[in-house]
């Protein structure tokens, strides 16, 4: 393995999911490739409508059938490729920017628009981490994106004042470990 050539790989990985071609993106992932974003992992967490990034997904809009499809199918590469066709739909205008590299870790600062059932405009940024094999990705770790995004989408929920979308915000926080569980609220 090469530092540049892990960088070229991440370089490619941005491109294809930018233009969603998934010949391009499948060609840039390890074939032992073993999901790794945490809560993310349905196969150590099977309960997957227990997790902050389940309900981060929910709070911007997306219906059940939508959620419980694409969480559902997400074990092994082919199918987290599958997820990540889906989540390029509502994550558009991929971009990275400072990438650090070593022989088999990358982090880059990535960004992107979400493109929710609401319209809010939201900007994820923030770094993630690729684990590389073989000039390949075999872990994706990008959680921190999520709860960026989350902690900023805080002061919109809070401003709407709906009781059940401030409830879910509030499990996303718990789910994430950020904040303890909290009581249901009393109106």
Avoid: C
């Amino acid at each position: 393995m090469t530092i540049e050539g892990n960088k070229k790989i991440i370089r490619m990985f941005f491109e294809a999911l930018q233009t969603q071609d998934w010949k391009l993106f499948e060609s840039t992932i390890h074939d032992d490739f073993y999901p790794s974003g945490g809560d993310m992992d349905l196969k150590v967490n099977p309960n997957y409508t227990k997790t902050g990034f389940y309900n981060f997904i929910k709070l911007l809009g997306f219906d059940e059938d939508t959620l419980s499809y694409n969480f559902n199918s997400y074990t092994n590469k082919k199918e987290w490729i599958e997820m990540m066709k889906w989540l390029s739909t509502i994550y558009i205008n991929w971009d990275f920017g400072r990438m650090v590299a070593e022989e088999d870790t990358v982090w880059v600062h990535r960004s992107v628009t979400i493109d929710d059932p609401r319209k809010l405009g939201l900007e994820l940024g923030a770094y993630v981490e690729f684990w590389m094999k073989d000039e390949k990705v075999i872990a994706y770790l990008g959680a921190g994106l999520h709860l960026q995004t989350l902690l900023d989408y805080g002061s919109l929920v809070m401003k709407r004042n709906q009781e059940e979308e401030i409830k879910l915000y509030l499990d996303s926080l718990y789910q994430w470990g950020l904040i303890p569980e909290v009581s249901p609220i009393k109106t």
